[in-house]
């Protein structure tokens, strides 16, 4: 039993040694510190989901190509809540209306444990959906982390801040789910890692109490208001939107495809395939380390074209076999990949819009981006079962593309304006 929980117990502590650093080191506002501690902790839903969620539906559904469904539906969630979030912050301050978003996890987890017991896919579905509304509120943490700090040069150091904090969520998720399997067999086991999320739903709600509201509203002339479609026309705004949106779909179509191709169908076991989601995840945010320092060297544009081929490179591995080693490559670098693509995205968010058409914006970009990327999980498993993993591979090629045309566009805005170079 402490053999089981004691890499859970290191990874908690670790969390808490690293918002210390940042409290006393980085100098950053306290709300960094809470947003660092909460954030996390309510999203440990997304990779458990990742991990287990599809091998669990496909011993509920009848269909196996419907495996991906309950989680192609909490990114539904997510883009359904997009704008409601955004729009409860404005009004409701982002402590109240984080808290309020919070709980859709801790019931939506409870459903699900309930829905495995009781073999309910249509129930799991349900579950999927409720925890689904309640990543869009954990989405706009980067933005309160944006609007908590003082100083402008300060913006990209509390987004690399809060992208890091998701490697602790993508190693409590795992492990949770691992415990739940090690004490207790098959549906009671996956139950048990959804109560899990449940309790840490809970704490995470308890830390964000201290969060420290900014200004819930500016009062501007009307005069100084843009309307939605001048400010989406701005190439700034398509080419930030486009960059995080294609990054977040192309990303999750291959990473929920992972787990069924590689337990379900190449059997590997249930260890090895949690070792890669977690190192995957793990991936995604342990570049926001250096991301700020980097994209301050070599520019914004030069981290798009880097994060596109490395896209590309992904591919290439991809197609080359399905040993856990090829596997555990393709979706490494696909996690630096995603780090890079939507640290840019939304960097140059920011410079699409003014102080008093934050909400609207920073809805509409979440709106556009979990739209695409609710629509790349669900096509993922009836890709992988119809066409197999090449298919799945080969079908990204044209995104990939158009990552690169974005990159390229950037770059001539950047010569053209003379503007956001670095």
């Not at 409860?88 to 829905?115: D, P, V, Y």
């Not at 995470?204 to 501007?220: D, P, Q, R, Y």
């Not at 793990?282 to 320092?293: C, E, G, K, R, V």
């Amino acid at each position: 039993m402490i053999t089981i929980i004691t890499p859970l117990i290191l990874i908690i502590l670790a969390l808490l040694g690293v918002a210390i650093i940042i409290q006393k080191y980085l100098k950053l506002p306290t709300n960094i510190t809470v947003l660092f501690l909460s954030g996390p902790l309510v999203s440990i839903s997304a990779p458990i989901m990742v991990f287990i969620g599809s091998i669990v539906s496909s011993k509920m559904s009848s269909d196996a190509s419907l495996a991906t469904l309950p989680l192609g539906l909490m990114v539904a969630g997510t883009a359904t809540a997009t704008i409601p979030a955004a729009m409860l912050a404005k009004k409701l301050g982002r402590r109240l209306a984080s808290i309020i978003g919070f709980t859709n996890a801790f019931f939506g987890s409870l459903i699900a444990a309930f829905a495995i017991l009781k073999q309910s896919f249509v129930l799991f579905c349900i579950a999927a959906f409720l925890i689904g509304l309640s990543t869009a509120f954990t989405q706009q943490l980067r933005f309160a982390a944006i609007e908590s700090v003082t100083c402008e040069k300060d913006i990209n150091k509390a987004l690399s801040v809060l992208m890091f904090a998701g490697i602790f969520s993508a190693m409590i998720g795992p492990e949770i789910a691992l415990f739940g399997q090690t004490l207790f067999a098959d549906s009671i086991g996956f139950a048990a890692a959804f109560i899990g999320i449940s309790i840490m739903s809970v704490i995470s709600m308890l830390i964000m109490l201290k969060f420290k509201n900014t200004n819930i509203e500016e009062v501007v002339a009307a005069k100084f208001s843009r309307s939605l479609w001048v400010i989406i026309k701005q190439p700034i705004f398509i080419i930030s939107v486009i960059a995080a949106a294609l990054s977040y779909g192309l990303m999750s179509y291959i990473m929920t495809s992972t787990p069924l191709s590689m337990h379900q169908v190449h059997h590997h076991s249930l260890s090895d395939t949690k070792w890669v989601i977690q190192s995957h995840i793990a991936a995604m945010f342990l570049p926001s380390l250096i991301t700020t320092w980097l994209s301050n060297k070599i520019g914004i544009r030069n981290i798009l074209f880097i994060g596109s081929s490395l896209f590309a490179v992904v591919l290439v591995i991809a197609t080359q076999g399905h040993s856990v080693l090829h596997y555990w490559w393709a979706l490494i670098i696909l996690g630096i990949a995603w780090n890079f693509l939507f640290f840019s995205g939304t960097s140059l968010l920011h410079f699409s819009y003014q102080s008093h058409e934050k909400h609207k914006v920073q809805a509409i970009n979440d709106f556009s981006v979990f739209t695409f990327q609710g629509a790349s999980s669900l096509m993922a498993g009836w890709v992988l079962f119809n066409y197999g993993w090449n298919g799945v591979i080969i079908s990204a090629i044209p995104f990939v593309i158009v990552m690169f045309a974005i990159s390229i566009y950037y770059t001539i805005y950047c010569k053209r304006t003379k503007e956001l170079d670095k």
